[in-house]
C-alpha cells in the first residue's frame, strides 16, 4: 500500500475526507495542515510496527582472499627484541601489510643483483597516505595498528624482504606480502584473521549468513564475528558468496516523502496505520476522536503482538543455486 492511500484512510477514520458526501479538496487549507501533521505519526507507526513483524532483506557479500606470499605463517603472533631483527622474505611483491603494537622501525629491500637495496613506497596507516624511502618509522603507539602500502620495484623476479626492528620488546602479527599492485595503498587489503565489512545502514538486526561457494555448495555460515557498530567480520580464508539475511529498518518518512511510497511494514501492520496515524493528526482539533482511535489501534496492537515473535516471509533467493 502506499502512503498516499494510508493517509487516505486515515482522513476518512478522523472524519475530515468528505463533508455531507463530497469530497474536501487536497488544496483546501485544513486539509493540508492535517495531512502536515500526518507525516510523523506515519513514521512513528512504521517504525514501531516493524519491531512486532520484523522487515527481512538480504545483504550480500563476494570474498575471495588475495595469497599472501609469506603462507599461513603470517598471521602468527611474534616478539621482537631489540638486536634480534626478524626477516621475512619473498618473490616480486608489490605491496604489504603488517600489524605491530609498539615504537619500531619497519624496513623494506630488493634483492638486485644479489644486492639488498631499500625500497620506496606508499603506506597508510588508518590515517591519511605517506611515503617512505627504506623504512617507516612507526611512533606514538601501545596497541596494535596496522600499516598496508605499496611497494616500488625494479622487477617482479627478485626477491623482496620485509624486516621488523625492535627499539625494546614489542609483537607483530598478520604479515603479508603481496603480489599485486593497488590504486591506493588504503586499497591495499589489510591482512588479518576476519576481513571487515560494514552492514546497510538500514541494519537493525542479525538473522542468519548463508554461503555459496565450489561447485555450487550452499550452507549456513556460523565463522564471522558481529560487532555493536554494525561491522561484520568474515573468516579471512572463505571464498564464495556471502548471503546476510538481517531484519531492517524501514525507510524514514518525512514530509519530502512521495506520496507513492511503498509502505515496508506487512499488510496486517498497514491496516492498523491508519488508526495511529488518524488519531495523532485529529488530536489538537478534536482529542475525544483522537483518543478513540488511538485506543483502537492500542488494541490491535496488542492482539498483534500475542504472536510475537514473528516475521515477514522470507523468499529463499539463492541466485539459481
Keep these: 500500500m502506499q502512503l498516499s492511500e494510508i493517509f487516505d484512510i486515515a482522513y476518512r477514520y478522523i472524519n475530515e475526507k468528505s463533508v455531507n458526501g463530497t469530497d474536501i479538496s487536497d488544496t483546501n487549507g485544513n486539509y493540508i495542515d492535517i495531512k502536515k501533521r500526518m507525516y510523523g505519526p506515519a513514521n512513528a507507526s512504521q517504525m514501531r510496527l516493524a519491531g512486532f513483524v520484523k522487515i527481512p532483506d538480504i545483504y550480500s557479500i563476494s570474498q575471495n582472499p588475495i595469497t599472501n606470499l609469506l603462507g599461513i605463517q603470517g598471521f602468527n603472533e611474534v616478539q621482537h627484541f631489540p638486536g634480534d631483527n626478524k626477516t621475512y622474505t619473498s618473490t616480486g611483491a608489490k605491496s604489504f601489510s603488517i600489524e605491530v603494537d609498539k615504537p619500531c622501525?619497519?624496513?623494506?629491500?630488493?634483492?638486485?643483483?644479489?644486492?639488498?637495496?631499500?625500497?620506496?613506497?606508499?603506506?597508510?596507516?588508518?590515517?591519511?597516505?605517506?611515503?617512505?624511502?627504506?623504512?617507516?618509522?612507526?611512533?606514538?603507539?601501545?596497541?596494535?595498528?596496522?600499516?598496508?602500502?605499496?611497494?616500488?620495484?625494479?622487477?617482479?623476479?627478485?626477491?623482496?624482504?620485509?624486516?621488523v626492528v625492535a627499539t625494546y620488546p614489542m609483537k607483530s602479527r598478520y604479515r603479508a606480502l603481496f603480489q599485486y599492485p593497488y590504486a591506493s595503498a588504503n586499497d591495499v587489503p589489510w591482512y588479518r584473521?576476519?576481513?571487515?565489512?560494514?552492514?546497510?545502514?538500514?541494519?537493525?538486526?542479525?538473522?542468519?549468513?548463508?554461503?555459496t561457494y565450489d561447485e555450487r555448495q550452499f550452507t549456513e555460515n556460523k565463522d564471522y564475528i558481529l560487532t555493536s557498530d554494525n561491522k561484520i567480520y568474515i573468516n579471512w580464508h572463505l571464498t564464495g558468496q556471502f548471503d546476510i539475511h538481517y531484519w531492517k529498518y524501514p525507510t524514514e518518512i518525512t514530509p519530502s516523502t512521495s506520496d507513492n511510497y511503498e509502505l515496508e511494514v506487512s499488510k496486517e501492520c498497514q491496516a492498523l496505520m491508519p488508526w495511529f496515524i488518524g488519531g495523532q493528526a485529529i488530536m489538537p482539533d478534536d482529542s475525544s476522536i483522537g483518543i478513540q482511535l488511538l485506543n483502537q489501534y492500542y488494541q490491535m496492537e496488542s492482539e498483534l503482538s500475542q504472536d510475537m515473535p514473528y516475521t515477514q516471509e522470507e523468499s529463499e533467493d539463492t541466485d539459481g543455486w
Design 105 to 163: 622501525v619497519i624496513s623494506f629491500d630488493e634483492s638486485v643483483s644479489g644486492v639488498w637495496t631499500p625500497l620506496e613506497g606508499t603506506y597508510y596507516d588508518g590515517d591519511s597516505t605517506q611515503a617512505f624511502s627504506g623504512s617507516i618509522t612507526v611512533t606514538g603507539i601501545s596497541k596494535y595498528t596496522n600499516y598496508r602500502g605499496l611497494l616500488t620495484i625494479a622487477s617482479a623476479s627478485n626477491l623482496i624482504r620485509i624486516t
Design 193 to 211: 584473521a576476519y576481513i571487515e565489512y560494514s552492514l546497510p545502514a538500514d541494519y537493525w538486526q542479525f538473522n542468519k549468513m548463508m554461503r
